[in-house]
């Protein structure tokens, strides 16, 4: 056997500008298990990171199948925004499995999450239906629905 082999998925890490948002949004619109959040200023965050000065606020939200982690940085204090397009290279969305793609689509734009149109229905795969949306800080998360098949 061949060492350094990828066994599975730890968890989705997402850096966020304020946890309580996220939390929110999270937890209450997406209905994530939230593990409330725990601030680290241990020097072994700039080591593991590589950012200097490195205080993160993280938060854990566990759904049926996948954890996601939030982390806030609360230093360095130069902090910004990168906005990037699905086109742009390093570029990453959630893409989240869901049943009531509509239900759940107007959740979010009620929470700030903006589609890109209508949903669309995509005759792959038995047929699905597929929606990218966008929302603060630069998240975009696509919504499938294979509910409908």
Do not use: W
Request: hydrophobic fraction near 40%; glycine fraction near 12%; charged fraction near 20%.
């Amino acid at each position: 056997m061949v060492g350094g082999n990828v066994v599975g998925l730890a968890h989705t890490g997402v850096t966020v500008s304020d946890m309580d948002r996220a939390i929110s949004f999270f937890g209450g619109v997406l209905g994530g298990e939230v593990v409330q959040p725990v601030l680290y200023d241990d020097p072994v965050f700039e080591r593991i990171t590589g950012v200097k000065d490195a205080v993160i606020n993280i938060a854990y939200v566990n759904f049926s199948n996948h954890t996601l982690e939030l982390l806030e940085y609360r230093k360095p204090e130069d902090r910004m925004v990168t906005p990037s397009r699905p086109c742009d290279p390093g570029h990453l969305h959630l893409s989240l499995n869901v049943e009531g793609i509509e239900e759940l689509a107007q959740r979010m734009a009620e929470a700030g999450f903006e589609t890109v149109g209508p949903i669309q229905h995509v005759e792959v795969e038995g047929g699905f239906d597929v929606i990218y949306t966008y929302g603060f800080d630069g998240l975009v998360i696509e919504l499938m629905d294979f509910s409908k098949k």
